[in-house]
Nanobody, 124 residues
Framework: QVQLVESGGGLVQPGGSLRLSCAASGRTFTNYAMGWFRQAPGKEREFVAVVSRGGTSLYYVDSVKERFTISRDNAKNTVYLQMNSLKPEDTAIYYC?????????????????WGQGTQVTVSS
C-alpha cells in the first residue's frame, strides 16, 4: 500500500501560478504511475494529468495543455503539478493518485490509492 499527501494549494489570482506536490510513502515509488485529478463543487472528479512510472510518458486533459506540467522526482518519491496561467474554472480540490498500471492511465477506476486533496481557488 502507498500513502499520498498533497500540498501546495491555496488562493491565487487569475493568471497566477501554483505548484502542487504529492509525497508518496510505503512502497517503491517507481512501481506506480502517478496522476492528478480534480473535483469542482457539484461536479464529477476529472482527470488532469498523468506521468508514467519512469517519467518518460506524460498525458494531459485538453483544458490544461500548455498551462500545466506534471513531473516526478523518483529520488524524492514526489510528483508535482506546476500550474500556470490559472483560470477561475481551475478552482477545485486537486487529488494525487497512484496506480500500478503501465503507461498513462486516465480513468479514476485505474487508481487504487488517493491522497486527501488540496484546495485550489482561482479568484480575484
Amino acid at each position: 500500500q502507498v500513502q499520498l499527501v498533497e500540498s501546495g494549494g491555496g488562493l491565487v489570482q487569475p493568471g497566477g501560478s501554483l505548484r502542487l506536490s504529492c509525497a508518496a510513502s510505503g512502497r517503491t515509488f517507481t512501481n506506480y504511475a502517478m496522476g492528478w485529478f480534480r473535483q469542482a463543487p457539484g461536479k464529477e472528479r476529472e482527470f488532469v494529468a498523468v506521468v508514467s512510472r519512469g517519467g518518460t510518458s506524460l498525458y494531459y486533459v485538453d483544458s490544461v495543455k500548455e498551462r500545466f506540467t506534471i513531473s516526478r522526482d523518483n529520488a524524492k518519491n514526489t510528483v508535482y503539478l506546476q500550474m500556470n496561467s490559472l483560470k477561475p474554472e481551475d478552482t477545485a480540490i486537486y487529488y494525487c493518485a497512484a496506480t500500478v498500471a503501465y503507461g498513462t492511465p486516465k480513468y479514476k477506476g485505474d487508481y487504487a490509492y488517493w491522497g486527501q486533496g488540496t484546495q485550489v481557488t482561482v479568484s480575484s
